[in-house]
Structure formats: structure tokens, C-alpha cells
């Protein structure tokens, strides 16, 4: 008896992939559309909250302005969508994986996937080291330079840029122990070598901080100093997972 069952042609595979990510994608646009309407109507209050760090640090009777028409209205919409990704991106993040895991050997998903959760509870705690730690500090620093007489006024889409930035800076900056696995993992670097560029390690992180902070020394110790302790828990981890990689091989 012969067999009917024709194997899938390269078309109907790339047409099937497509079908797929289509699925994906779309399961993660609903689910952002839902989140960011569940907040819109709290635009205005989302918008205090990101702004509290520089309110509570301004002179008494001190505000934010708005110099354009529409601001009022626009930037508290785009917090609202900030943080309906940030809500929505574990799920995000799963239908990549969903997408994805099908075509990883056994070993690339058992790492794959810690990364990915370790590189997004990474990004948030970057992001909540410079919303409660670092801005206090940044915002103080800025209103006490303030020469006598002048009233700062800081304008709301420019604050909401100068936050984004900084976050982005932070939330970077926390992947640095997944960026020093991953170089182990895959034989670009060894942990002896990492061990020993620490020193330009060292200098780099405090480049980073006079780059990406204010100009003023308590705002770049405040991201160097974690850049090099990530760093060196990086090398950490990475030396754990490297032996247990050989113990496994044994």
C-alpha cells in the first residue's frame, strides 16, 4: 500500500511560521490594547506618580508647565502606554518563547528561557533603582544648584524624556550579569580572562556614569557602582553554571 502523505515543502513550512508569528504577535498586541485601556482612564495620576521623585524635591509653590497645546493631554497617554508595556511584556515575552522554543535544542531552552526571566526581572529592578534611589538624588542635586532667584519649572515632555532616558540607562545597565553568561556560556570569553580585564571593567563603568548621569559625582558612583557589582556577580554565575556544564558532561 503506498503512502499518500506528501512531506511539507519549504513554502508550506516559511507559510506555516508566518501563520504562527501572525498568532503571536497579534495575542501580544490584544494583550497591550487591553492593559493600556484599563489605564488610560489613570493617564493623569500615572503621570504624579512618575513625577513624584521631582515634585517632592522642588521649592515650595514650585510645579511642572506644559509649553506646547497638546502636551496636557499626549504625555500622560504616553506614560499610560510605558506602562501598559511593562505590565504586558512578561506575556509578551512568553508568546516570543512560545515562537521560538519549538526550534531550540533541550540544552538552549533550559537556558534560554532562565535568561529571558532573569533579563526582564533585571530591567525592572534597573528601572526601580533609578526611580527610588537615584532620582531623589539627581533631582536634589539639580534644584540646590539652582542659582538664587531662578524658579525651576521643568517641562512635562521633557521630564518624561530625561526619565525615560534614565531608565533605559538603568534597565541596561542590569543586564550586565546576563550579557557576561551568555559570553561564557557560548566560548567568546573564559571567567579567568573576565577576571582579569576587571580593572577596565572598573574605569568603563564610571565612563558610563559621567556619560548617562548628571554632572555630578554622587549621580555617577550611583550607576557605576552597580554596573561593577553586576559585573562581578555575573562572573559568579557564570563560574557556577560553567561547573555544572562540565560536571554534566562527566
Given at each position: 500500500m503506498s503512502d499518500t502523505t506528501k512531506p511539507a515543502t519549504t513554502t508550506e513550512t516559511f507559510v506555516a511560521h508566518l501563520i504562527e508569528l501572525r498568532?503571536?504577535?497579534?495575542?501580544?498586541?490584544?494583550a497591550l490594547l487591553v492593559v493600556f485601556i484599563c489605564l488610560f482612564p489613570f493617564s493623569s495620576k500615572l503621570y504624579?506618580?512618575?513625577?513624584?521623585?521631582?515634585?517632592?524635591?522642588?521649592?515650595?509653590?514650585?510645579?511642572m508647565i506644559a509649553t506646547d497645546v497638546t502636551t496636557p493631554f499626549f504625555v500622560p497617554l504616553k506614560v499610560s502606554m510605558m506602562a501598559a508595556f511593562l505590565i504586558a511584556l512578561p506575556y509578551i515575552?512568553?508568546?516570543i518563547w512560545r515562537f521560538v522554543a519549538p526550534g531550540l535544542y533541550a540544552h538552549e531552552k533550559r537556558l534560554v528561557w532562565p535568561l529571558i526571566v532573569a533579563s526582564t526581572i533585571l530591567f525592572f529592578?534597573?528601572?526601580a533603582f533609578a526611580y527610588f534611589v537615584v532620582f531623589p538624588v539627581v533631582f536634589g542635586f539639580i534644584t540646590a544648584s539652582a542659582p538664587q532667584g531662578v524658579a525651576?519649572?521643568?517641562?512635562?515632555?521633557?521630564?518624561l524624556s530625561f526619565v525615560l532616558g534614565m531608565f533605559m540607562a538603568f534597565g541596561i545597565t542590569f543586564q550586565v550579569p546576563v550579557a557576561v553568561i551568555l559570553l561564557v556560556r557560548m566560548g567568546f570569553v573564559t571567567v579567568e580572562?573576565?577576571?582579569e580585564?576587571?580593572?577596565?571593567?572598573i574605569v568603563g563603568a564610571f565612563i558610563v556614569g559621567a556619560i548617562f548621569t548628571p554632572p555630578d559625582v554622587v549621580s555617577q558612583f550611583m550607576l557605576a557602582m552597580p554596573?561593577?557589582?553586576?559585573?562581578?556577580?555575573?562572573?559568579?554565575?557564570?563560574s557556577w553554571t560553567g561547573k555544572a556544564k562540565i560536571k554534566e558532561a562527566a
Open positions: 498568532t503571536r504577535l497579534l495575542h501580544s498586541v490584544v504624579t506618580l512618575l513625577a513624584q521623585p521631582l515634585l517632592a524635591k522642588l521649592p515650595k509653590g514650585g510645579q515575552l512568553y508568546q529592578c534597573g528601572m525651576v519649572m521643568t517641562d512635562i515632555d521633557k521630564y580572562k573576565l577576571r580585564i576587571r580593572p577596565y571593567i554596573l561593577w557589582l553586576l559585573y562581578e556577580a555575573g562572573i559568579v554565575v557564570a
